[in-house]
């Protein structure tokens, strides 16, 4: 059975994804911050139990990170997908606090980092010719004012994921980002106005770009940023 590390999987695009892979008959093993997250993932998947393992670890902290994969040794991941992110934004950069700029960077860039870093090794170690995804934005490419930390932090997720990706190709390992623009779930449908989320990113689209960059099917897909900035008009 194929079996895929979801981090951020009790987040609002992590439960989507996490009920992707459950519903395509994968095993999930989800990363959570702690048992908050956890008893939401739990009571959102009852019937997949049996194919759900939760634990709860900072994907901002190596030693937690190197635990996580040194448990899964003996288990076949085959893809990984890194959920975990945020966004700090309102303030130009020269009114942007240093340590915001940190958290960001901790959270977006050291997070994915690590990831990569200690699932690359994991499918080496296992002669797994595994897959990984990662989230950007669009900000990537698309600046905009007062989120300078933000917009560093994820463009250094997209060079991080294209360097996995190069490394990786003599193994067989890709590695592959989605920029998407603003997302159509609940928290940010809470401040939407005048019908603009309409033309939001689909969650559901996003994880079915993941599912289909996981599997075996996309086999020839490595080094690609994918841009998901909004809904097309019917």
Known sequence: MNHVLITGAAGNLGLTVTKMFLKNSWKVTALTKDSIESNVLESAFKDFENDLTIYNCDVTNEEQVKQIFELLHLRHISAIVHLVGGISAGQPINDTPLVVFEEMISLNTTSTFLMLSHGIEHFKKNEIQG??????????????????????????????????????????????????????????????????????TDPKSIANTIFYLATPVSKGITGTVIEMYGQLPA
Request: positive net charge.
């Open 131 to 200: 897959s990984i995804i990662t989230i950007g934005a669009k900000d990537n490419y698309h600046q905009s004012k007062n989120r300078s930390a933000y917009a560093a932090s994820k463009a250094a997720v997209q060079s991080l994921t294209l360097t996995a990706s190069e490394e990786g190709k003599d193994y067989g390992i890709r590695a592959n980002i989605i920029l998407p623009g603003i997302i159509r779930t609940p928290a940010n449908l809470a401040w939407a106005e005048n019908g603009e989320e309409s033309k939001w």
